[in-house]
Structure formats: C-alpha cells, structure tokens
C-alpha cells in the first residue's frame, strides 16, 4: 500500500490537518518530519493512504499550508 | 467537595479565580503529570504525539465554546494579561490610539500607559449599566481618525456591569476598527460568540469561569493581522530561520506551553458544557440577586448597582459598610471563615466611576459551586459585622 506525506509547518497544522481529513473520511497519521529537501527545519508529516487529490484539496482549502509533498511504497 | 470546606473557607473570591475546581479538572491536570508527560510539538515518539493529540483538543473545545472557525488560531498563554499584552503592544507598535470604556481593568490600562507614558494613546467611553444606546455613543463619540481599536472588558470584575460587546464590536467593524475583549470576567457566565460579536481578538483566563488551573489562559485570533511580537523563541517550526513564523499559533506561542495547565483547561470547558453556560450564569445570578436583596435591607451597607440582573451584569458584587474601611471588613469576614476580596481589584478606572477611590469595595463572586446556605451564611456574617460598631 502506498502512502502520500504532506509536510506541514507545525504540530498545530498536522493536528489540524488530520482531523479535517478524518472528519472527510480520509484517515490520516502524524509523524515527525524527516526531509532533508524540506528547508527551515522542524515540521510534521501527515500522511494518508487514500484519495490522494481529495485530501491535498482538503488541506489547502481549508487554510493548510503544505510545505511539501512525498509519495511513499511500503517498502520504504 | 461542595463549596470547598477543606480550610473551613466559604469561598466568594470566584472573580479573582475559582475555587474549588472540579474533580475532572484536577484529573485532567494530574493526567498531564502522569500520562501526557512529554513535550507536545517537539518530537515524534507516541507520548509526545498523544500530549500534541490533548493540546489540540483543547483549541477545538475553545474555538468550538467561543465559535471561532480555525482552533490553530488559539494561542495558549500564561493569563490574560498576557493575551492583552500581545494584541495591544502588536496593534500600536507602530502608533495609533485605541477606544476603551471606564471600567477597564489595569490588564488593558498599563500596557497602554507603557506605551506612551506621556501622551495617552487611549480615549475612554463611558458606560451606561443596561443603557446600550448611550453606551454606543459614548463609544463613537471617542473614535478619531488614528484610532486602530476598540479594547473592552466584557464585564466589570468589581461591579459586576456587562458591557454590549455585540454593538459595540459592530461599531468597530463599521469603522474598520480591531475589536479587542477582555474577558476576564465573563468567559464561562456570559455566552461570547466571536462571530456574532464581531470580536478580532478575545483575551480569556482559564482558571476564572472556565475553572482551569492558575497559569493558563488563552488569545483567540478572529483577525488576519499578523501582529509584531513583544517576545520571541523556539517554536519547533521552521527553525532554521530567526524571524519569528507567522503562523498561528506559533507567532505568539513560544517555548513550551503549560500542558498540565491546557489539560486542565479543556476538563474546565467540558465541565462548562456539560453543566450549560445559561444554568450556570443563572443560578450564580439567584444567588447574587439573593445576597444583594439581603444587603439591601441593611441600613449601613452601601451597594453601587441597580439589583443584579442577567440582561445588564454578570454574577458579580461590591459593597462597602459604612464607617468601615473595605479591608476591615474583609478581615472580619475571614476571621468567620468567608474569603472575599477588598481595596481596589486591580481595576481603578471603575473605583473612580463609583466614587469609590479612596475606599474600595468588598466584592463577592459565586461559583457553581457556592450554595444557598453558603449565601445565608455570609449575610448573617456581613449583618453582625454592620452591625458591630
């Protein structure tokens, strides 16, 4: 199962970010952040394993801002 | 407990904090100390994220409980001087005078004081108790073409006077004004929608009427101002930058927040919630209404209000006796096991209005907690100290 990480500011964003996603019924996960290409330091990941499109536009319409995004393979 | 018999102490001094807070808030905060120990917004590890997890829930109770849309625009703070500090100090940095009534508490007056300790950069409104037409006027007639904002107490934590912070935030928006409310002394008894009132930014304490702990209190942003900061630090966002983020709540949430104090907090909202904010406010109004009658039929009490009554006040009272200076009484109420608070509450500008200066008053608050025989008792206690020459 693949999964899309979208690298957010803060802790506050990823928390927000996850419920507005849950409440749409994407479930979503937090992580720290861990990206060398994402500039400024600190930030956390939200990740999403499903409707992928939806939950970018979920995010950035309601206010989110999305530092970045990763797709990731089980694998990794 | 009911009514906090633990030091023998019928306690009214619920306008300086409440007391006892309830068994899910001191749950909440032990909790904190036990459960969600970690840092929240600085790691990664499962503690860390679940104290994160219980941060967050709690800007949702407050943005939910004050109708503000967006929870990262609640930002934790130590009290809401604090909160009164940052909105202030950031809408004049750059000059600019703000519209403030006369019954302001020195939370909103000495910041404006510091900030231009020789010309006053502040014009003040009289307020008319249930009089909102001369109230407005009063308001409008203060707005000048460098005024920046209106910043308010919603209601008066010595004489109890509810302001019409729904017209007034109306007037600011009509102008284009910030509207600024400390609500210090209503959060939890008076129902405050940020929307419906047009409020930018709400000042809250959360260890008042939303029975959190001491050390905690809030600032609700409603505004898309990005306002310069009075302190600055780590956030644990874009960190590799030294210019202070923008985002909320980050902007003015530095260093680590209170985590047994926000826990504590949101058991406090619930409680609130649970219990009804309109239960609550009327019954502490029966009980101050009931106090105030018995005040009344004593010849040497003197009282500064009309009857308290939901449409104009919030359950808050000040008395003086006669011949008795307000600290005296407040001392003799102690020695029988009643804590009040007297002399000046911190709050001047209102002395001044009720001709009370020189003075000061005793004032009583209740709480959810404060019965009926606890308001007999304090009559009865109040009727031998007036009457005791």
Redesign the interface.
Known sequence: MSSLCFYV?????A??GK?ILEKNGIRAH???LADENI??????CVFVYSDFDEAEEILRSS?I?IRGTKKMNDAE | MKSGRLYNTVYFDNAATTWPKPAQVREAVSRALTIYGANPGRSGYQMSLSTSAKVYRCRELAAEFFNLADPSKVVFVQNCTMALNIVIKGLLRFGGRVVVSDLEHNAVMRPLYAISPKNPVFDVAAVYPGDIKRTLESFEKCIRPDTRAIVCLHASNVFGVRLPIREIGKLARKYGLAFVVDAAQSAGVAPIDMQADCIDYLCVPGHKGLYGPMGIGMLLCNSERVLPTIFEGGTGSFSTDLQQPADLPDRYESGTVNTPGILGLAAGIEFIKTRGINTIAREEMELTAYIYNQLAEMDRVSLYTPKPDLSWSVPVLSFNIKGKNSEEVAEALSKKGIAVRAGLHCAPAAHRKYGTLNTGTVRIAPSVFTTIKDARYLCSVIREIEKDN
């Open positions: 500011s803060s802790i506050t964003n928390m927000r419920e937090i992580s720290r500039k400024n330091g600190c930030g956390y206010g801002r």
